[in-house]
């Protein structure tokens, strides 16, 4: 189908595509994978703090799952989880459009944040994990106080 126009073909989503029409996709596309508000928030709070991480990373190399924040001297992994694709208890709401797949999408995502956990808890990680609408000065002390606790603890043992 061509727009008299511009010349342009409107785009048609292919047949079993997610994206249900243009205006679907676009907005799909924009939602971010990393930095977002929520994790940029406490991010700052937390390197106010004085600690160092990393952003993005991959807490165990043959595990290809990525966490917000990965402290990996003393092994803390951290997820700031959005209410919609996490399937938040107090926030997530079921989609009306296109139902059956974003609903088993979400119940995917939350079965492999379970098993992310149960991973990297087996690997010696303690995982924390927050939800973007907790307040990211509540977050941030949480993360500082587990860093700290382990890198006591790791002290210690030496």
């Given at each position: 189908m061509e727009n008299e126009e511009t010349g342009a073909r409107a785009w048609i989503p292919p047949t079993g595509s997610w994206a249900s029409s243009a205006a679907r996709r676009r907005n799909m596309q924009a939602i971010r994978s990393r930095d977002t508000t929520p994790e940029r928030l406490i991010?700052?709070?937390?390197?106010?703090?004085?600690?160092?991480y990393r952003v993005a990373a991959k807490p165990l190399p043959g595990l290809r799952r990525t966490a917000?924040?990965?402290?990996?001297p003393t092994r803390v992994a951290v997820f700031i989880d959005g209410c919609y694709?996490?399937?938040c208890p107090?926030?997530?709401?079921?989609?009306k459009t296109n139902a059956g797949y974003w609903s088993d999408k979400v119940a995917r995502n939350m079965a492999r944040d379970r098993d992310t956990d149960q991973r990297l808890a087996e690997a010696g990680w303690t995982v924390l994990r927050f939800w973007e609408h907790e307040p990211p000065s509540e977050c941030a002390a949480q993360i500082a106080a587990e860093v700290e606790s382990r890198r006591h603890s790791?002290?210690?043992?030496e």
């Open positions: 991010r700052q709070l937390v390197h106010a703090k004085g600690l160092r917000d924040m990965v402290f990996r694709w996490h399937g107090a926030h997530y709401v079921p989609p790791t002290r210690k043992a």
